[in-house]
């Protein structure tokens, strides 16, 4: 009797899942064992807020041609990345346009995204061929994108104005045998000193224009490394450095057939000519860089320097600075709420940027384009003040115009077409949906607060959401830096009836039409 008075035992609640955690940085002993490049232990960390007047003595090898067009562009002083790369890439040393004998060291930067990079290898580019007699190919430069070809190209058109320079861009926008003209001439001639490309389309010219050659190359540019290294794009980085290898050396023309076996033996021995290599300084930057040994070999790179954007003096942690790049004047929100109530959170932050005297705009990011469009749609029932479009890799070039143009408020896209965006102007990043780790949180992000302005960027999150992303800025050793904003009912009780009218009308329209 006494066991069956017995009252149950409460139910024991299942213990919570373990958490993700941030690693701690490794040491130096260990990712020496793992292979990674010493020098990248050794990186050069250059202070975010670092600047360097034009007339600054550090910038005595610019030309004066070169300082009036920048003033004339507007540009007063150089920022961070700038200033570690044009002294270091102008140093009277390795000045010369061929370099056999002793070949410049390979060059690395990793700063945030909108810092200036394009700038930090246009000026050296430009100052280094201006001297140039003969246009030969000297120079190439490779981005994952179009638009960020187009980008460059402005840059580089304003900038060598005046010098007799010729560029190229070669994307596939335009004909094959278009492409093929601005390339070689008649005779097999180059007809341009830089070529601005995308891979892909490197590669077919590689292979299908005659004459084409890499062989004169004194800069090989790959910005935007990081998602380069990581798509084959007909396995072209390989093709590229194949290309660029001297074919043969001098003294072999000059050997009789029969003694071509022994003529390893002339670069042999004491008093021998050691063989010659190729003069092209290769010239990596992106906000985020591998320190995976295997890309990093098969880059080939010759005594690689790299350059870290980062604050602290911590030399342990540059390789993890090198992921977590993150602009210095960046203000960070984060907002908890429930997953039906995300869209009027997202319509609340906008109308606080858009109610802003300077009205800044705003970038929305979601986890792909289909929601990217659906947002847009419901955003523009939301805030019918406002101008709101999703971008996508179809969208019209004159929809990135016209936000460039500050005709368009708000622009909504997803991670994977976010890359070939330059939008110097915006003010605001938004993370609708949160971001999978740190490195899509630094690219994101990374869009606002560029060039030294300010900028903010918001997270919105669900609950179950919310442990794991502060654990992902607490790995970044950004915990003090992003702010948890309440949002009530007080604050959407203006939007909830939109909200729901554009939620129930598409269930309406159809039971309306099957009547």
């Known amino acids: 009797m006494a066991d069956a008075k017995r009252s149950p035992s409460p139910l024991r609640a299942l213990p919570a899942f373990p958490l993700p955690k941030q690693p701690a940085a490794p040491s130096a002993e260990a990712l020496q064992r793992q292979g990674v490049d010493s020098a990248l232990l050794g990186a050069t960390r250059i202070d975010p807020r670092q600047t360097l007047d034009l007339d600054a003595p550090e910038l005595a090898v610019v030309s004066g041609r070169t300082k009036k067009r920048l003033r004339d562009l507007g540009i007063r002083e150089l920022f961070a990345v700038q200033t570690a790369l044009v002294p270091h890439l102008l140093a009277p040393a390795h000045r010369a346009l061929y370099l056999p004998y002793d070949p410049p060291r390979d060059v690395c930067a990793s700063a945030p995204t909108g810092s200036g990079k394009t700038l930090a290898y246009v000026v050296p580019v430009v100052e280094m061929l201006a001297t140039r007699v003969v246009t030969r190919l000297r120079a190439l430069i490779v981005l994952p994108t179009r638009d960020l070809v187009t980008q ?6 304003a900038l060598a104005k005046g010098t007799g320079l010729k560029a190229a861009s070669v994307t596939g926008a335009s004909s094959f045998a278009h492409e093929q003209g601005q390339l070689v001439d008649s005779h097999g001639a180059s007809k341009v000193d830089v070529v601005i490309c995308t891979p892909g389309r490197l590669i077919d010219h590689l292979d299908g224009t005659p004459e084409f050659t890499l062989q004169h190359l004194r800069f090989l540019v790959i910005d935007e490394a990081d998602r380069l290294l990581t798509q084959s794009f007909q396995d072209w980085l390989a093709r590229v450095l ?21 003529e390893p033996r002339l670069h042999s021995g004491p008093g021998a000519d050691p063989p010659p290599r190729s003069s092209c300084q ?11 040994p295997g890309r990093l070999a098969a880059l080939g790179l010759n005594r690689p320097q790299y350059f870290v954007v980062a604050s602290g003096t911590d030399q342990s942690a540059v390789v993890d600075e090198v992921v977590n790049a993150i602009p210095e004047a ?22 606080l940027l858009l109610d802003k005297e300077d009205r800044p705009q705003a970038l929305v990011f979601c986890k792909s384009v289909e929601a990217a469009t659906r947002l847009s749609v419901l955003l523009s029932s939301l805030l019918p003040s406002a101008s709101i479009a999703a971008y996508s890799s179809d969208a019209p070039r004159a929809l990135l115009e016209s936000f460039r143009a500050h ?13 070939g965006l330059d939008v110097p102007a915006v003010g605001a990043v938004l993370n609708y949906d949160a971001p999978v780790d740190a490195r899509k949180y630094v690219h994101r992000v990374g869009r606002t607060a560029r060039a030294g302005r300010g900028g903010v960027a918001w997270t919105t999150l669900e609950p179950q959401e919310a442990r794991w992303f502060k654990g992902l800025v607490s790995g970044m050793g950004r915990e003090g830096r992003v702010k948890k904003v309440r949002v009530g009912d007080k604050e959407l009780a203006s939007s909830r009836v939109a909200y729901e009218v554009c939620r129930f009308l598409p269930v309406l329209c159809r039971s309306s039409s099957v009547r």
């Open 242 to 262: 194949s290309a660029i290898a001297p074919t043969s050396s001098a003294s072999r023309r000059d050997v009789a057939p029969a003694f071509l076996p022994l």
């Open 407 to 419: 005709k368009v408020d708000v622009l909504v896209c997803s991670d994977l077409v976010s890359r």
């Open 330 to 351: 960046l203000e960070e929100h984060m907002v908890v709420c429930e997953g039906t109530d995300k869209p009027l959170v997202l319509s609340w932050i906008l109308r």
């Open 152 to 157: 460059v190209r402005e840059v580089f058109d």
């Open 282 to 292: 290769k010239l990596l930057l992106s906000a985020t860089l591998t320190r995976d």
